[in-house]
């Protein structure tokens, strides 16, 4: 029988605070309770954001909770290589594209289209789909630029992806996505439109390391809070191209805070260790965030 490997994945851009707590919590006892693995992984790809300080604190934050990991962690930084692997794979099939444009040529590209108060198309966090312009650029200029030295992401063609699938895939939810989803889902990457896979500035994306990442570290189980959810879509069609196996997924609630927002790193007051400091045991976590302590 293969042994069940779950793992959480945090990246060090800020303090963590109760909703990766209660994230950390049910994925190591959800791998208890069925003799699996726990694995930590650290998302650092994002290297203006991330630091050595903050990812000492997640070690510390998570030691504090009782939680116990595997060595070595993974940590993404050191794995370019791996992620520059499956890109160029991408890249030889055709199914992703250099991007040249900037922020703000995307900004007015849309604001253009919307003059007339049409509006343009929607991903599932509500962010405007980025137009077509650099995926209908010719070969010739496309050589061109990059020769040139111009900083160019690199996007999926989700149009060209799907084609290439040819045929429906989902995946096992063992949680619930926001409207309640559950069991086999249909994915439909398409809504998010032609996704980043590559950066200006790092040769990876949250997306395409998520998904190498979860290969190579034989994970079965991806237990992660419910935004994530519709992102899931793109995971699964990555996993297709790329030839990966397909993870059970269970997206599980967000802890929200007292005004019923999302958690989000800059708001200090849920943070793990100010609440530490301020006096909370670990078992004061658990309890904070609907879960039986554990010490
Ligand atoms: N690194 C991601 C985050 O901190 C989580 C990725 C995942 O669990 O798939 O939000």
Redesign the pocket.
Do not use: K, Q, T, W
């Given at each position: 029988m293969t042994v069940p490997v779950f793992?959480?994945?945090?990246?060090p851009n800020g303090a963590l605070h109760l909703g990766?707590a209660y994230?950390a919590l049910r994925n190591y006892s959800m791998a208890s309770a069925v003799g699996g693995r726990f694995l930590l992984?650290i998302?650092d790809i994002d290297t203006t954001r991330c630091t050595p300080e903050l990812e000492a604190a997640i070690y510390r934050d998570l030691s504090w909770l009782g939680i116990e990991w595997e060595e070595p962690v993974r940590r993404q930084s050191e794995h370019l290589a791996d992620y520059t692997e499956a890109l160029e794979r991408l890249i030889e099939a055709e199914l992703v594209y250099p991007s040249f444009m900037s922020r703000g040529e995307v900004r007015a590209y849309i604001a253009d289209r919307e003059a007339d108060g049409t509006t343009w198309p929607r991903d599932p966090e509500g962010a405007p789909l980025f137009p077509p312009v650099d995926r209908s650029r010719s070969e010739s200029e496309r050589r061109r630029r990059m020769e040139e030295g111009e900083p160019c992401a690199w996007r999926l063609d989700v149009e060209a992806a799907l084609a290439y699938v040819a045929r429906p895939f989902f995946w096992e939810e063992g949680g619930n996505g926001p409207e309640g989803e559950t069991g086999p889902i249909a994915a439909k990457p398409g809504l998010w439109g032609d996704v980043v896979i590559a950066r200006k500035e790092v040769p990876t994306s949250?997306h395409l390391s998520?998904v190498v990442d979860?290969a190579l570290q034989g994970i079965t189980h991806?237990?992660?809070?419910r935004?994530?959810f519709h992102?899931t879509a793109v995971?699964r069609l990555l996993q297709e191209l790329l030839g990966l196996p397909v993870p059970h997924y269970h997206h599980h609630a967000l802890i929200l805070g007292e005004d019923g927002r999302k958690l989000s790193k800059s708001r200090g007051d849920t943070g793990i260790a100010a609440l530490r400091d301020a006096g909370a045991a670990p078992g004061d976590i658990a309890r904070m965030v609907g879960l039986q302590a554990t010490a």
């Open positions: 793992r959480f994945a945090p990246s990766h994230s992984r998302e949250y998520v979860d991806v237990v992660r809070g935004d994530l992102a995971h």
